[in-house]
């Protein structure tokens, strides 16, 4: 599956963004979907996942309450709506596609099959 990451950019601290992620060239609702940024000079780190129909979803701990994932299987899109945005929220933001998962393994860079191209979100103060 091929995946195009879009919606970055530039925005003030507490600001919004809303990130899309398309998906082309097998069935999009077979894959739990996953966001994971990576900062300049850091790993690159799990922010949310959600799992095939849309009805369980994952985050780290440092977006919980701000950050909202959905899928729409019909649009073979994953959307991450961003909210409260802080300067450290700053990275470039990658969408990636998995086979399979856990509430555990989501988590990890090593489960996901396919990864878009990134995202650039710069959060200003």
């Known amino acids: 599956v091929q995946l195009q990451a879009s919606g970055g950019g530039l925005v003030q601290a507490g600001g919004s963004l809303r990130l899309s992620c398309a998906a082309s060239?097998?069935?999009?609702?077979?894959?739990?979907m996953g966001w994971f940024r990576q900062a300049p000079g850091k790993e690159r780190e799990f922010v949310t996942a959600?799992?095939?129909?849309?009805?369980?979803?994952y985050y780290a701990d440092s977006v919980k309450g701000r950050f909202t994932v959905s899928r729409d299987n019909a649009k073979n899109t994953m959307y991450l709506q961003m909210n409260s945005l802080k300067p450290e929220d700053t990275a470039v933001y990658y969408c990636?596609?998995?086979?399979?998962?856990?509430?555990?393994?989501?988590?990890?860079?090593?489960?996901?099959?396919?990864w878009g191209q990134g995202t650039l979100v710069t959060v200003s103060s």
């Open positions: 990636a596609a998995a086979d399979m998962g856990t509430i555990s393994t989501l988590r990890r860079t090593s489960t996901y099959n396919y």
């Open positions: 060239g097998r069935t999009f609702s077979n894959y739990a």
């Open positions: 959600i799992r095939l129909s849309g009805g369980n979803a």
